[in-house]
Nanobody, 124 residues
């Protein structure tokens, strides 16, 4: 239902843009988020955006470098990643939070729809 794409191999300092498209259902009203999981580590929050786009939150480790956006007509969410570092290497997942909230959630447990992930590798 959520298909992430756009991952790849990039040198440190480079950029990538991830996309996540929903299919089979609409995610109207849902917040959408990005998470990542590096080898041997737990999955962690990267960023999230509300349905309207008016509420956005980022992990401290990516603030100022990553930008999340969405296109509700295309039922898609994006993650522009600039100034990439080797520590950004991970599988990146998009996810949807079906419950209405005052803001966007950073809690992985609040996201009930997940994409399959796309690998991002940043070489030094």
């Amino acid at each position: 239902q959520l298909q992430a794409s756009g991952g790849g191999l990039v040198q440190a300092g480079g950029s990538l843009k991830l996309s996540c498209a929903a299919s089979g259902r609409t995610f109207s009203g849902y917040a959408l988020g990005w998470f990542r999981q590096a080898p041997g580590k737990e999955r962690e929050f990267v960023g999230a955006i509300s349905w309207s786009g008016g509420r956005i939150d980022y992990a401290e480790t990516v603030k100022g470098r990553f930008t999340i956006s969405r296109d509700n007509v295309k039922n898609s969410v994006y993650l522009q990643m600039n100034s990439l570092k080797p520590e950004d290497t991970a599988v990146y997942y998009c996810a949807a939070d079906s419950l209405p909230r005052a803001g966007v959630s950073v809690d992985i447990g609040h996201y009930d729809y997940w994409g399959q992930g796309t690998q991002v590798t940043v070489s030094s």
